[in-house]
């Protein structure tokens, strides 16, 4: 079992659609995680992190299930430039700050 | 501007001829790092290093050297590249570890032949 799996998509949606991506993590005392954005070519950004108690950042929102060992991203009205591949990032080890493992991301693509 | 470089962006090169991709950071960052990144495969640790002098493994280190003489510079160094060594790199740098936001680089593009 991958440490760190999403789906990779591709989902196509309209614009204006909700749109949610799952990641699930094997490592149940994994501390941190994140949802980054890479668009086509060029270098992962920092979408937002995750935070236990879910956070949100305008049209996104994110949450932490530690019992499911999952973490989801959930996107309102779809914009034609939210189309990239979201990458889902989890600190695995308590106090490895060092490392990361990254999903394979999974694409979204936003229709007119 | 904050930011992180690398050079050179694209390279194509021959097996076994020695190569270094440089990796540079203005933003005082201790915490720098090398990824690799393959269809299928997503982001790979290659390398990192907590902070001057301080280099460790990551998940696919073989075939890769790196040092950390200054603060600012992590090169990544491939002695006798090999077309499995074809991919996509970052560097990336952070305050202090895998906790916090990481900044990647552009991205160099390796082809080996």
């Known amino acids: 079992r991958k440490e760190v799996e999403q789906d990779p998509g591709p989902f196509n949606v309209p614009e204006g659609a909700t749109v949610a991506f799952n990641c699930t993590y094997s490592?149940?005392?994994?501390?941190?995680f994140f949802w980054y954005r890479q668009d086509c070519r060029k270098e992962p950004k920092l979408l937002m992190s995750?935070?236990?108690s879910g956070n949100e950042d305008g049209r996104f929102t994110a949450q932490l299930n530690r019992a499911s060992q999952y973490i989801s991203l959930l996107i309102r009205d779809s914009k034609l430039s939210d189309s990239a591949t979201y990458l889902c990032?989890?600190?695995?080890?308590?106090?490895?700050?060092?490392?990361?493992?990254f999903g394979t991301g999974t694409l979204l693509a936003v229709q007119p | 501007e904050a930011q992180v470089t690398q050079n050179p962006r694209y390279l194509i090169t021959v097996t076994g001829k020695k190569l270094t991709v440089t990796c540079s950071q203005n933003?005082?960052?201790?915490?720098m790092s090398w990824y690799r990144q393959d269809p299928g495969l997503g982001l790979r640790q290659i390398y990192y290093s907590m902070n001057v002098e301080v280099t460790d493994k990551g998940d696919v280190p073989e075939g890769y050297k790196v040092s950390r003489k200054e603060k600012r510079n992590f090169p990544l160094i491939l002695e006798s590249p090999s077309p499995n060594q074809t991919s996509l790199y970052f560097c990336a740098s952070s305050f202090s570890g895998g906790g916090y936001e990481q900044y990647f680089g552009p991205g160099t593009r390796l082809t080996v032949t």
């Open positions: 490592n149940s005392a994994s501390q941190s």
């Open positions: 990032v989890v600190n695995p080890v308590c106090g490895a700050t060092n490392k990361l493992i």
């Open positions: 933003m005082n960052h201790e915490y």
């Open positions: 995750v935070y236990s």
